[in-house]
């Protein structure tokens, strides 16, 4: 072999190493942090709860935005919707929100008498 190819071996080489030690993507990266029931009790939140976070991050605007767009995270607008989001789904218009997709509020009531109401964001 010649020295070009020699040198083509060695390039070929070093870049599929450092391809296959990239860090993998978090799911935290595709999807937002892990809810906090799910962390703290290790239980999924039930479809009612799913439906009634989904429908207040609608409500609150946050349907628009891309999903992992970084960029809007200084945007003013996507700021008021996220604070808008959290007061929703930290407050009794969640509880309304479960009860009107027909889920166990009492499970959801016992979140906010502990303090653990779970934000997905």
């Known amino acids: 072999m010649n020295r070009k190819h020699l040198i083509a071996i060695a390039t070929l080489a070093f ?3 450092t ?3 990239a860090a993998p993507v978090s799911q935290e990266d595709i999807a937002g ?3 906090l029931t799910e962390v703290q009790n290790q239980q999924p939140l039930s479809r009612a ?3 009634a ?3 207040l991050w609608k409500k609150a605007g946050l349907d ?3 999903a992992g767009d970084r960029s809007v995270m200084n945007d003013p607008m996507y700021q008021q919707r996220l604070a808008e989001y959290q007061r929703l789904r930290s407050g009794p ?3 309304a929100e479960v009860r009107r997709q027909g889920g166990d509020v009492s499970a959801v009531a016992s979140m906010y008498e502990h303090g653990t109401v779970p934000m997905t964001n």
């Open 49 to 51: 709860e799913v439906v």
């Open 19 to 21: 391809a296959a030690t």
């Open 33 to 35: 942090p892990i809810p």
């Open 93 to 95: 218009e969640y509880v």
């Open 15 to 17: 870049a599929g190493a």
């Open 64 to 66: 628009k935005y891309q």
């Open 53 to 55: 976070d989904w429908n």
